[in-house]
């Protein structure tokens, strides 16, 4: 970690961060990163949902063996936080996805490369040391991209696939379009370099720009199907919101999903993840891996994703805002405000496991008046 990085005056929780952000960002990065697509309905959803429980605490119960502890699929983490997929990550620091995957190792926490990293997954991979790693994946208009991409995950020791089924449109925010953010040059997808674009023959006159154009490769169940064939790892959904998904993608195969909106940067007016958690998990039943992101940013919203269902959050903004404001060290600071956050949530709610955090720990708020 780069010793002279200072961790900025103010931070005292996960979530300033956040609101540090713009003295470390751009106006047009910070309006890219923070919005979502259209109005950034979904986006304040997401964190609209949280506010809609409270916490009720517990007396008396002991909780000095308490820890955070947990598996997932059989893997062995730390706490129940990843870092999600973000994608070009030199938009916040030069160091990039190196210095996040030097913030994971430090905490100990899983991370998840983006297919569309500034930086080459290998370079990440070497970066993380020993920490679990993920390799979130688009899949690519040609198979045989997508097979050479995940024997690079394979290769460089990721240990299971991301697949982001939420994305094969996503229309601009308003808010970066005002801005007048465009994507530098040097943030290019460091993954894909090789990788020649097909070359789409020009639409025919009247086709649609949706259904012919951008959605042309957009995957179906039988890319799913194909994929899960093509890879000895775990393959895991994200951007599941309906129950009926979760369900379908559970009997294929799928060895966990990821209830999210992709942080509301995909289809503004989608409802907010953690309002779906409930339903989702109530179609895959208990022992089936579900993970949720959107709107997190502070333990006790992991605390409440928890409650209602989910076995660990990911957390994606707070990341980037982290990495703006110093690097590695903003990453593992934040990372360990936010277990600290979930320590005092849990033993205020009387919780000393992940397991003893159940829906009953949670009550609905009343009603503004
Ligand atoms: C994302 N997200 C994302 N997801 C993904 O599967 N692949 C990707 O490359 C990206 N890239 C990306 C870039 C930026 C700038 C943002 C803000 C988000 C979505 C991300 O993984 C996650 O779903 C959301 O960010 C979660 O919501 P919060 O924590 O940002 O509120």
Excluded at 336 to 344: C, F, G, K, M
């Amino acid at each position: 970690m780069n010793a002279s990085a200072r961790i900025p005056h103010g931070i005292h929780n996960a979530c300033d961060y956040e609101r540090q952000a713009a003295q470390h960002l751009p106006a047009d990065r910070l309006a890219y990163i923070a919005g979502g697509c259209g109005w950034d309905r979904t986006v304040a959803a997401n964190r609209a949902a949280f506010e809609r429980w409270d916490v009720l605490p517990r007396l008396l119960r002991d909780v000095r063996g308490g820890h955070t502890r947990m598996t997932l699929n059989g893997q062995p983490l730390a706490h129940p936080f990843l870092l999600a997929p973000v994608a070009h990550q030199r938009l916040a620091h030069p160091e990039a996805e190196l210095a996040t995957a030097r913030a994971a190792e430090a905490t100990d926490t899983c991370l998840v490369a983006s297919t569309l990293s500034s930086t080459p997954l290998e370079a990440i991979a070497q970066a993380g040391g020993d920490t679990p790693r993920w390799f979130q994946l688009y899949l690519q208009p040609e198979r045989a991209h997508t097979l050479d991409l995940l024997a690079r995950a394979e290769a460089a020791g990721y240990q299971a696939i991301v697949l982001t089924l939420d994305a094969s449109i996503q229309l601009a925010s308003r808010s970066a379009l005002a801005a007048g953010f465009t994507m530098p040059a040097d943030c290019t997808a460091a993954n894909l370099a090789g990788y020649a674009p097909p070359g789409d023959p020009p639409l025919a006159p009247g086709a649609s720009r949706i259904f012919q154009g951008a959605m042309r490769h957009a995957p179906t169940w039988d890319d799913l199907v194909w994929l899960l064939s093509a890879t000895r790892l775990p393959v895991w959904v994200k951007g599941v919101l309906h129950p009926e998904d979760a369900r379908r993608l559970q009997a294929a195969g799928v060895a966990g999903i990821v209830v999210s909106n992709h942080g509301g940067r995909s289809l503004d007016g989608a409802p907010a993840s953690l309002g779906m958690l409930p339903a989702v998990r109530a179609a895959v039943g208990d022992p089936y891996s579900v993970l949720l992101d959107g709107g997190i940013r502070s333990g006790q919203d992991a605390f409440k994703a928890l409650a209602l269902g989910a076995d660990a959050v990911l957390i994606g903004r707070l990341q980037v805002y982290a990495l703006a404001a110093a690097g590695a060290l903003g990453v593992a600071h934040m990372l360990t405000l936010l277990i600290e956050e979930l320590h005092a949530c849990m033993a205020q709610a009387g919780c000393a496991t992940l397991a003893d955090i159940t829906p009953g720990a949670l009550l609905p708020c009343p009603l503004d008046p």
